[in-house]
């Protein structure tokens, strides 16, 4: 059964930086295409970006130059790392596979507020 279970969020002031991590159980990792997702409720699921099996990666332009997804195959755990954060930021993280999408995990807030 697959699991994920994303965390490392918080509140942070503007201009803040926070690291997400996401673990991911009972699929094989490395293969994946794994993506970020943020949403709050009464929104539609955006997607910051994605990084592949082999580590290329594409961010939103609404967060490209500021957020950098990373991942580490040997702990099938895949990183964003969110630098001069903004409050429109604010948001719950998510992630899943990009192509084979599984059970959506709890998600991670992330709050940017002075």
């Known amino acids: 059964q697959v699991h994920v279970a994303e965390s490392g969020g918080g509140l942070v002031q503007p201009g803040g930086s926070l690291r997400l991590s996401c673990a991911a159980s009972?699929?094989?990792?490395?293969?994946?295409?794994m993506a970020w997702y943020r949403q709050v409720p009464g929104k539609e699921r955006e997607r910051v970006g994605f990084?592949?099996?082999?580590?290329?990666?594409n961010e939103a332009p609404s967060v490209k130059g500021r957020f950098t997804i990373s991942r580490d195959n040997a702990k099938n755990t895949v990183f964003l790392q969110m630098n001069n954060l903004k409050p429109e930021d604010t948001d719950v993280y998510y992630c899943?596979?990009?192509?084979?999408?599984?059970?959506w995990g709890q998600g991670t807030q992330v709050t940017v507020s002075s």
């Open positions: 990084i592949g099996p082999r580590g290329a990666t």
């Open positions: 899943n596979s990009l192509e084979a999408p599984f059970p």
């Open positions: 009972g699929i094989i990792f490395e293969n994946q295409v």
